[in-house]
Protein backbone atom coordinates (compact mmCIF):
# COMPACT_ATOMS: atom_id res chain seq x y z
CA UNK A 1 0.00 0.00 0.00
CA UNK A 2 1.24 3.27 -1.01
CA UNK A 3 1.51 6.11 1.75
CA UNK A 4 1.19 9.01 0.33
CA UNK A 5 2.82 11.99 2.83
CA UNK A 6 1.06 15.40 2.83
CA UNK A 7 1.80 18.44 4.76
CA UNK A 8 0.48 19.67 7.64
CA UNK A 9 -1.27 23.60 7.53
CA UNK A 10 -2.10 25.10 10.10
CA UNK A 11 -6.20 26.27 10.41
CA UNK A 12 -5.32 29.56 10.33
CA UNK A 13 -3.18 30.08 7.86
CA UNK A 14 -6.05 29.97 5.17
CA UNK A 15 -7.87 32.69 6.95
CA UNK A 16 -4.73 34.67 6.68
CA UNK A 17 -4.15 34.33 3.21
CA UNK A 18 -7.83 35.78 3.16
CA UNK A 19 -6.89 38.95 5.12
CA UNK A 20 -3.52 39.66 3.11
CA UNK A 21 -5.76 39.21 0.38
CA UNK A 22 -9.08 41.04 1.19
CA UNK A 23 -12.52 39.96 -1.24
CA UNK A 24 -12.67 43.15 -3.97
CA UNK A 25 -16.15 43.13 -5.08
CA UNK A 26 -17.70 45.43 -7.95
CA UNK A 27 -21.25 45.89 -8.45
CA UNK A 28 -22.08 47.35 -11.93
CA UNK A 29 -25.33 48.75 -13.47
CA UNK A 30 -23.54 50.43 -16.29
CA UNK A 31 -22.70 47.50 -18.55
CA UNK A 32 -25.54 45.07 -19.15
CA UNK A 33 -29.15 46.78 -19.89
CA UNK A 34 -30.95 43.99 -18.36
CA UNK A 35 -29.31 43.01 -14.63
CA UNK A 36 -26.81 44.16 -12.25
CA UNK A 37 -23.37 42.46 -12.37
CA UNK A 38 -21.83 41.43 -9.47
CA UNK A 39 -18.33 40.74 -9.72
CA UNK A 40 -16.31 38.92 -6.72
CA UNK A 41 -11.91 38.85 -7.17
CA UNK A 42 -10.76 36.71 -4.06
CA UNK A 43 -8.71 34.12 -2.66
CA UNK A 44 -10.38 30.53 -2.69
CA UNK A 45 -11.38 28.08 -0.38
CA UNK A 46 -13.54 25.52 -0.12
CA UNK A 47 -17.16 26.03 0.21
CA UNK A 48 -16.58 30.02 -0.70
CA UNK A 49 -18.74 29.53 -3.81
CA UNK A 50 -21.66 28.38 -2.17
CA UNK A 51 -20.94 31.38 0.50
CA UNK A 52 -21.35 33.90 -1.80
CA UNK A 53 -24.58 32.40 -3.54
CA UNK A 54 -25.98 32.24 -0.46
CA UNK A 55 -26.01 35.80 0.15
CA UNK A 56 -27.46 37.26 -3.00
CA UNK A 57 -30.39 33.92 -3.04
CA UNK A 58 -31.08 35.21 0.75
CA UNK A 59 -31.91 38.77 -0.53
CA UNK A 60 -34.43 37.08 -3.12
CA UNK A 61 -32.29 37.79 -5.78
CA UNK A 62 -32.58 36.10 -8.88
CA UNK A 63 -29.44 34.93 -10.63
CA UNK A 64 -30.15 34.72 -14.77
CA UNK A 65 -25.87 33.80 -15.74
CA UNK A 66 -22.84 33.33 -13.92
CA UNK A 67 -19.22 32.77 -14.90
CA UNK A 68 -16.89 31.04 -12.51
CA UNK A 69 -12.61 30.63 -12.72
CA UNK A 70 -11.12 29.69 -9.47
CA UNK A 71 -7.92 27.94 -10.45
CA UNK A 72 -4.74 28.69 -8.77
CA UNK A 73 -5.97 29.67 -5.32
CA UNK A 74 -7.59 32.56 -6.81
CA UNK A 75 -11.00 33.09 -7.73
CA UNK A 76 -13.00 35.56 -10.17
CA UNK A 77 -16.62 35.03 -10.02
CA UNK A 78 -18.98 37.19 -11.67
CA UNK A 79 -23.09 37.12 -11.65
CA UNK A 80 -25.72 38.38 -13.29
CA UNK A 81 -28.57 39.09 -10.47
CA UNK A 82 -32.20 41.07 -10.65
CA UNK A 83 -34.79 41.74 -8.03
CA UNK A 84 -38.25 39.67 -8.09
CA UNK A 85 -39.51 42.10 -10.29
CA UNK A 86 -36.99 41.21 -12.96
CA UNK A 87 -35.38 44.86 -12.17
CA UNK A 88 -31.74 46.15 -11.53
CA UNK A 89 -29.87 46.38 -7.81
CA UNK A 90 -30.28 50.16 -7.99
CA UNK A 91 -30.49 50.70 -4.24
CA UNK A 92 -27.44 51.76 -2.42
CA UNK A 93 -27.94 50.45 0.86
CA UNK A 94 -28.72 47.07 -0.59
CA UNK A 95 -25.78 47.51 -2.72
CA UNK A 96 -23.51 48.58 0.08
CA UNK A 97 -25.13 45.50 1.97
CA UNK A 98 -23.68 43.05 -0.45
CA UNK A 99 -20.65 44.66 -0.99
CA UNK A 100 -20.13 43.66 3.17
CA UNK A 101 -21.03 39.95 2.95
CA UNK A 102 -19.16 39.25 -0.22
CA UNK A 103 -16.17 40.83 1.16
CA UNK A 104 -16.83 38.40 4.46
CA UNK A 105 -19.28 35.58 3.82
CA UNK A 106 -17.57 33.99 7.27
CA UNK A 107 -19.77 36.13 8.83
CA UNK A 108 -22.58 35.12 7.44
CA UNK A 109 -24.56 37.92 9.41
CA UNK A 110 -28.95 38.47 9.22
CA UNK A 111 -30.41 40.51 6.39
CA UNK A 112 -30.46 44.01 8.48
CA UNK A 113 -33.82 45.37 9.60
CA UNK A 114 -33.33 48.38 6.99
CA UNK A 115 -33.17 45.78 4.36
CA UNK A 116 -36.21 43.83 5.30
CA UNK A 117 -38.97 45.49 3.56
CA UNK A 118 -41.51 42.47 2.89
CA UNK A 119 -43.37 39.80 5.43
CA UNK A 120 -41.53 37.17 3.65
CA UNK A 121 -38.39 38.07 4.82
CA UNK A 122 -38.90 39.29 8.64
CA UNK A 123 -41.01 36.15 8.79
CA UNK A 124 -38.96 33.05 7.32
CA UNK A 125 -35.25 33.39 8.62
CA UNK A 126 -32.95 31.99 6.42
CA UNK A 127 -30.77 30.48 9.61
CA UNK A 128 -31.75 28.37 12.50
CA UNK A 129 -32.46 30.30 14.79
CA UNK A 130 -29.81 30.97 17.90
CA UNK A 131 -32.54 31.52 20.45
CA UNK A 132 -34.98 28.71 20.17
CA UNK A 133 -34.72 24.96 20.52
CA UNK A 134 -34.41 23.29 17.02
CA UNK A 135 -35.76 19.75 16.05
CA UNK A 136 -34.72 17.90 12.48
CA UNK A 137 -36.59 15.69 11.54
CA UNK A 138 -36.62 12.97 8.74
CA UNK A 139 -38.11 9.39 7.80
CA UNK A 140 -40.70 8.49 5.53
CA UNK A 141 -43.40 10.90 4.14
CA UNK A 142 -47.22 10.19 4.68
CA UNK A 143 -50.48 11.93 4.53
CA UNK A 144 -51.12 14.35 8.18
CA UNK A 145 -47.53 13.37 9.12
CA UNK A 146 -46.93 17.04 9.54
CA UNK A 147 -50.49 17.69 11.62
CA UNK A 148 -49.67 14.59 13.51
CA UNK A 149 -45.99 16.14 14.41
CA UNK A 150 -47.54 19.88 15.42
CA UNK A 151 -50.16 18.34 17.43
CA UNK A 152 -47.32 16.24 19.59
CA UNK A 153 -45.73 19.67 20.13
CA UNK A 154 -48.87 21.48 20.94
CA UNK A 155 -50.11 18.92 23.25
CA UNK A 156 -46.28 18.84 24.95
CA UNK A 157 -47.00 22.97 25.35
CA UNK A 158 -44.03 23.59 22.96
CA UNK A 159 -44.83 26.85 20.79
CA UNK A 160 -43.07 26.78 17.02
CA UNK A 161 -42.05 29.96 16.11
CA UNK A 162 -40.60 28.70 12.70
CA UNK A 163 -40.70 25.25 10.51
CA UNK A 164 -39.79 24.33 7.13
CA UNK A 165 -40.55 21.17 5.60
CA UNK A 166 -39.20 19.65 2.36
CA UNK A 167 -40.76 16.09 0.53
CA UNK A 168 -39.32 14.59 -2.15
CA UNK A 169 -39.14 10.54 -3.48
CA UNK A 170 -41.32 9.43 -0.71
CA UNK A 171 -39.35 10.87 2.26
CA UNK A 172 -39.94 13.95 4.12
CA UNK A 173 -37.22 16.34 5.96
CA UNK A 174 -38.32 19.39 7.86
CA UNK A 175 -36.79 21.32 10.45
CA UNK A 176 -39.14 23.22 13.40
CA UNK A 177 -38.02 25.73 15.76
CA UNK A 178 -39.70 25.86 19.19
CA UNK A 179 -40.15 27.73 22.03
CA UNK A 180 -41.40 27.08 25.68
CA UNK A 181 -45.10 28.13 25.31
CA UNK A 182 -45.44 29.02 29.08
CA UNK A 183 -41.89 30.94 30.01
CA UNK A 184 -40.71 31.73 26.25
CA UNK A 185 -37.01 31.06 25.01
CA UNK A 186 -35.74 27.54 24.41
CA UNK A 187 -36.50 24.37 26.22
CA UNK A 188 -33.14 23.79 28.62
CA UNK A 189 -34.58 21.01 30.86
CA UNK A 190 -33.11 18.07 29.66
CA UNK A 191 -35.94 15.96 30.84
CA UNK A 192 -38.44 17.87 28.65
CA UNK A 193 -36.48 17.61 25.77
CA UNK A 194 -35.92 13.97 25.92
CA UNK A 195 -40.02 13.74 26.52
CA UNK A 196 -40.22 15.67 23.05
CA UNK A 197 -37.80 13.16 21.44
CA UNK A 198 -39.58 10.35 22.08
CA UNK A 199 -42.98 11.53 21.41
CA UNK A 200 -41.84 12.73 18.08
CA UNK A 201 -39.69 9.48 17.18
CA UNK A 202 -43.55 7.75 17.83
CA UNK A 203 -45.17 9.91 15.96
CA UNK A 204 -42.38 9.09 12.93
CA UNK A 205 -42.17 5.88 13.37
CA UNK A 206 -46.10 5.16 13.72
CA UNK A 207 -46.08 3.93 10.14
CA UNK A 208 -42.83 2.74 8.89
CA UNK A 209 -41.79 -0.42 8.06
CA UNK A 210 -39.12 -2.66 9.66
CA UNK A 211 -35.59 -0.90 8.77
CA UNK A 212 -36.75 1.73 7.26
CA UNK A 213 -34.57 5.15 8.42
CA UNK A 214 -35.88 8.28 9.87
CA UNK A 215 -34.64 10.25 13.14
CA UNK A 216 -35.44 13.14 15.48
CA UNK A 217 -32.78 15.18 16.39
CA UNK A 218 -32.97 18.09 18.93
CA UNK A 219 -30.19 20.79 19.23
CA UNK A 220 -29.91 23.51 21.68
CA UNK A 221 -29.64 26.92 21.14
CA UNK A 222 -25.79 27.47 19.02
CA UNK A 223 -23.67 30.61 18.36
CA UNK A 224 -23.25 29.01 14.67
CA UNK A 225 -25.88 29.97 12.57
CA UNK A 226 -27.17 26.92 10.44
CA UNK A 227 -28.50 27.54 7.03
CA UNK A 228 -31.58 26.17 6.98
CA UNK A 229 -32.10 25.13 3.25
CA UNK A 230 -28.10 24.04 3.28
CA UNK A 231 -29.30 21.92 6.71
CA UNK A 232 -32.22 20.73 4.66
CA UNK A 233 -30.23 19.63 1.91
CA UNK A 234 -27.98 17.40 4.00
CA UNK A 235 -30.86 15.38 5.83
CA UNK A 236 -32.34 14.61 3.22
CA UNK A 237 -29.02 13.59 1.29
CA UNK A 238 -28.09 11.32 4.56
CA UNK A 239 -31.54 10.19 4.40
CA UNK A 240 -30.93 8.94 0.91
CA UNK A 241 -33.74 10.53 -0.89
CA UNK A 242 -31.78 10.35 -4.68
CA UNK A 243 -32.33 6.22 -4.53
CA UNK A 244 -33.81 6.36 -7.00
CA UNK A 245 -34.24 9.93 -8.68
CA UNK A 246 -36.95 11.05 -10.88
CA UNK A 247 -34.64 12.92 -13.57
CA UNK A 248 -33.41 12.00 -16.83
CA UNK A 249 -30.29 9.51 -16.71
CA UNK A 250 -28.41 11.67 -19.86
CA UNK A 251 -29.03 8.97 -21.93
CA UNK A 252 -31.71 10.71 -24.04
CA UNK A 253 -31.23 12.44 -27.11
CA UNK A 254 -33.75 14.84 -27.06
CA UNK A 255 -32.56 17.59 -24.80
CA UNK A 256 -34.69 20.48 -26.34
CA UNK A 257 -37.38 19.00 -26.13
CA UNK A 258 -37.47 17.24 -22.63
CA UNK A 259 -38.28 18.73 -19.22
CA UNK A 260 -36.68 16.69 -17.02
CA UNK A 261 -33.86 17.18 -15.15
CA UNK A 262 -30.54 16.45 -17.14
CA UNK A 263 -27.23 15.12 -15.53
CA UNK A 264 -24.36 13.82 -17.26
CA UNK A 265 -20.57 13.40 -16.10
CA UNK A 266 -17.57 12.78 -18.34
CA UNK A 267 -14.45 13.12 -17.96
CA UNK A 268 -12.03 16.31 -19.27
CA UNK A 269 -8.57 13.93 -19.33
CA UNK A 270 -6.49 17.05 -20.63
CA UNK A 271 -7.01 19.12 -17.86
CA UNK A 272 -7.87 16.62 -15.27
CA UNK A 273 -11.04 17.58 -14.36
CA UNK A 274 -14.54 16.31 -14.65
CA UNK A 275 -17.26 17.82 -16.64
CA UNK A 276 -20.62 18.27 -15.08
CA UNK A 277 -23.50 19.52 -17.16
CA UNK A 278 -27.08 19.80 -16.04
CA UNK A 279 -29.92 21.09 -17.75
CA UNK A 280 -33.02 21.63 -15.84
CA UNK A 281 -36.49 23.87 -16.11
CA UNK A 282 -35.35 27.47 -14.40
CA UNK A 283 -36.24 28.69 -10.98
CA UNK A 284 -35.06 30.21 -8.35
CA UNK A 285 -32.43 29.03 -5.81
CA UNK A 286 -31.89 26.78 -9.13
CA UNK A 287 -27.68 27.71 -8.54
CA UNK A 288 -27.66 27.53 -4.54
CA UNK A 289 -29.27 23.98 -4.70
CA UNK A 290 -26.65 22.56 -7.47
CA UNK A 291 -23.37 24.28 -5.58
CA UNK A 292 -25.14 22.87 -2.23
CA UNK A 293 -24.87 19.14 -3.17
CA UNK A 294 -21.19 19.58 -5.08
CA UNK A 295 -20.00 21.60 -1.62
CA UNK A 296 -21.07 19.12 0.46
CA UNK A 297 -20.27 16.14 -1.92
CA UNK A 298 -16.78 17.46 -0.74
CA UNK A 299 -15.99 18.60 -4.71
CA UNK A 300 -14.69 21.51 -5.60
CA UNK A 301 -15.42 24.25 -8.85
CA UNK A 302 -12.90 24.96 -10.88
CA UNK A 303 -14.56 26.61 -13.31
CA UNK A 304 -18.32 27.08 -14.13
CA UNK A 305 -20.72 28.76 -16.48
CA UNK A 306 -24.56 29.25 -15.54
CA UNK A 307 -27.02 30.68 -18.64
CA UNK A 308 -30.93 30.36 -19.56
CA UNK A 309 -32.63 29.42 -22.87
CA UNK A 310 -36.45 30.22 -22.60
CA UNK A 311 -37.39 28.10 -19.82
CA UNK A 312 -34.30 25.81 -19.41
CA UNK A 313 -31.46 26.56 -17.04
CA UNK A 314 -27.97 25.50 -18.48
CA UNK A 315 -25.56 24.98 -15.75
CA UNK A 316 -21.68 23.49 -17.14
CA UNK A 317 -18.95 22.80 -14.20
CA UNK A 318 -15.74 21.12 -14.23
CA UNK A 319 -14.75 19.61 -11.25
CA UNK A 320 -12.43 17.97 -9.04
CA UNK A 321 -12.36 15.78 -5.72
CA UNK A 322 -11.48 18.02 -2.67
CA UNK A 323 -8.50 15.60 -2.90
CA UNK A 324 -7.70 17.17 -6.32
CA UNK A 325 -8.90 14.24 -8.31
CA UNK A 326 -11.42 13.89 -10.99
CA UNK A 327 -13.84 11.09 -10.45
CA UNK A 328 -12.51 7.50 -10.87
CA UNK A 329 -15.15 5.29 -11.36
CA UNK A 330 -18.71 5.18 -13.07
CA UNK A 331 -20.59 4.52 -9.65
CA UNK A 332 -19.13 7.49 -8.21
CA UNK A 333 -20.11 9.86 -11.48
CA UNK A 334 -23.77 7.83 -11.60
CA UNK A 335 -24.50 8.79 -7.57
CA UNK A 336 -22.80 12.18 -8.56
CA UNK A 337 -25.78 12.56 -10.83
CA UNK A 338 -28.36 11.05 -8.75
CA UNK A 339 -27.66 12.92 -5.95
CA UNK A 340 -27.53 16.55 -8.15
CA UNK A 341 -30.65 15.58 -9.58
CA UNK A 342 -32.43 15.25 -6.35
CA UNK A 343 -31.15 18.42 -4.94
CA UNK A 344 -33.10 20.31 -7.79
CA UNK A 345 -35.96 18.14 -7.46
CA UNK A 346 -36.52 19.08 -3.98
CA UNK A 347 -37.53 22.22 -4.33
CA UNK A 348 -39.86 21.30 -7.41
CA UNK A 349 -43.01 22.99 -5.81
CA UNK A 350 -46.13 20.39 -6.40
CA UNK A 351 -49.72 21.53 -5.89
CA UNK A 352 -51.54 24.51 -5.09
CA UNK A 353 -49.50 27.36 -3.19
CA UNK A 354 -51.67 28.65 -0.54
CA UNK A 355 -49.75 32.21 1.05
CA UNK A 356 -50.86 33.01 4.40
CA UNK A 357 -50.68 35.59 6.73
CA UNK A 358 -52.55 35.42 10.34
CA UNK A 359 -52.35 35.95 13.63
CA UNK A 360 -49.45 33.94 15.42
CA UNK A 361 -50.78 31.82 17.89
CA UNK A 362 -50.50 28.33 20.36
CA UNK A 363 -51.26 25.79 18.02
CA UNK A 364 -51.34 27.55 14.73
CA UNK A 365 -49.33 24.75 12.78
CA UNK A 366 -51.19 22.38 14.13
CA UNK A 367 -54.83 23.81 13.17
CA UNK A 368 -53.63 24.88 9.66
CA UNK A 369 -52.33 21.04 9.35
CA UNK A 370 -55.98 20.12 10.54
CA UNK A 371 -57.57 21.54 8.56
CA UNK A 372 -55.80 20.60 4.96
CA UNK A 373 -55.48 16.99 6.58
CA UNK A 374 -59.85 17.01 7.06
CA UNK A 375 -60.21 18.21 3.83
CA UNK A 376 -58.27 15.67 2.16
CA UNK A 377 -55.03 17.41 1.70
CA UNK A 378 -51.83 16.72 1.40
CA UNK A 379 -48.59 19.02 2.04
CA UNK A 380 -45.63 18.64 -0.42
CA UNK A 381 -43.86 21.37 1.33
CA UNK A 382 -44.59 24.31 3.60
CA UNK A 383 -42.62 26.91 5.32
CA UNK A 384 -44.04 29.34 7.91
CA UNK A 385 -42.21 31.84 10.40
CA UNK A 386 -43.53 34.22 13.45
CA UNK A 387 -43.16 38.06 13.82
CA UNK A 388 -44.49 39.08 17.18
CA UNK A 389 -47.91 38.56 16.90
CA UNK A 390 -48.16 37.49 13.33
CA UNK A 391 -47.59 34.61 11.27
CA UNK A 392 -46.36 34.20 7.93
CA UNK A 393 -46.08 31.17 5.28
CA UNK A 394 -46.52 29.30 2.65
CA UNK A 395 -47.85 25.95 1.61
CA UNK A 396 -47.61 23.55 -1.65
CA UNK A 397 -50.79 21.01 -0.78
CA UNK A 398 -52.26 18.23 -3.63
CA UNK A 399 -54.90 15.75 -3.16
CA UNK A 400 -53.76 12.20 -1.25
CA UNK A 401 -52.83 10.93 -4.59
CA UNK A 402 -50.34 13.22 -5.32
CA UNK A 403 -52.62 15.35 -8.28
CA UNK A 404 -53.96 18.50 -8.09
CA UNK A 405 -56.48 19.80 -5.09
CA UNK A 406 -60.12 20.61 -6.47
CA UNK A 407 -60.57 24.32 -6.53
CA UNK A 408 -63.72 23.77 -4.10
CA UNK A 409 -61.65 21.87 -1.66
CA UNK A 410 -58.91 24.45 -1.94
CA UNK A 411 -61.65 27.37 -1.38
CA UNK A 412 -63.22 25.29 1.50
CA UNK A 413 -60.16 25.37 3.05
CA UNK A 414 -59.59 29.06 2.55
CA UNK A 415 -62.78 29.91 4.25
CA UNK A 416 -61.94 28.06 7.09
CA UNK A 417 -58.57 29.28 8.02
CA UNK A 418 -59.61 32.79 7.78
CA UNK A 419 -57.02 35.62 8.08
CA UNK A 420 -55.59 36.53 5.29
CA UNK A 421 -55.05 33.37 2.54
CA UNK A 422 -54.00 34.13 -1.19
CA UNK A 423 -54.23 31.27 -3.49
CA UNK A 424 -51.62 30.94 -6.09
CA UNK A 425 -52.16 28.32 -8.91
CA UNK A 426 -48.43 26.72 -9.28
CA UNK A 427 -48.65 23.67 -12.16
CA UNK A 428 -45.30 21.34 -12.70
CA UNK A 429 -44.92 22.64 -16.43
CA UNK A 430 -45.54 26.46 -15.56
CA UNK A 431 -42.33 28.90 -14.80
CA UNK A 432 -41.59 29.52 -11.43
CA UNK A 433 -38.69 32.36 -12.06
CA UNK A 434 -39.17 35.75 -12.30
CA UNK A 435 -35.66 35.90 -14.36
CA UNK A 436 -37.51 34.41 -17.30
CA UNK A 437 -40.36 37.31 -17.96
CA UNK A 438 -37.82 39.16 -20.46
CA UNK A 439 -37.86 38.11 -23.97
CA UNK A 440 -34.29 39.12 -24.52
CA UNK A 441 -33.53 35.48 -22.89
CA UNK A 442 -35.15 33.57 -25.50
CA UNK A 443 -32.34 34.48 -28.01
CA UNK A 444 -29.36 33.83 -26.32
CA UNK A 445 -27.51 30.74 -27.13
CA UNK A 446 -25.85 27.89 -25.17
CA UNK A 447 -22.72 28.82 -23.42
CA UNK A 448 -20.40 26.08 -23.49
CA UNK A 449 -17.48 26.27 -21.42
CA UNK A 450 -14.98 24.70 -23.00
CA UNK A 451 -15.49 26.74 -26.05
CA UNK A 452 -16.07 30.43 -24.38
CA UNK A 453 -15.10 30.62 -20.69
CA UNK A 454 -11.21 30.30 -21.40
CA UNK A 455 -11.21 33.57 -24.25
CA UNK A 456 -13.41 35.84 -21.80
CA UNK A 457 -10.67 35.18 -18.44
CA UNK A 458 -8.56 37.83 -19.85
CA UNK A 459 -11.80 40.39 -20.40
CA UNK A 460 -12.62 39.11 -16.53
CA UNK A 461 -9.28 40.01 -15.82
CA UNK A 462 -8.62 43.47 -16.83
CA UNK A 463 -12.04 44.26 -15.73
CA UNK A 464 -10.68 43.65 -12.04
CA UNK A 465 -8.09 45.46 -12.29
CA UNK A 466 -10.31 48.61 -13.20
Not at 39 to 47: E, I, L, P, Q, T
Not at 212 to 232: F, G, I, M, N
Amino acid sequence: MEIVYQPYIDPEFESLIERINAPRVCIDNDTCQHCTVVKVDSANRHGILLEMVQVLTDLDLVISKSYICSDGGWLMDVFHVRDQLGKKITDETLNLYIQQELCDTRRRGGVPKELQTCHKRKLRPCHISTEHTALEITGRDRPGLMSDISAALYELGCHITAAVAWTHNGRMACIIQVEDGLKGGPIMVQKRLALVQEKLESVVEGHHENGDKRSVLLTAPAADRTHTERRLHQMMYADKDYEPCQGCDGSCRHWNGCKKTHVTVETCKEKGYSLVNVRSRDRNKLLFDTVCALTDMQYVVFHAAVSLKGSMANQEYFIRRQDGCSLVSETESRKLAQCLVAAIERRVSHGVRLDICTENKMGLLWYLTRVFRENGLSITRTEIGTHGERASGCFYVTDASGNDANPRTVELVRQQIGGSVLVVNKSPNSSLSVSRSSGEMEERPRFSLGNLLWSKLERLTSSFGH
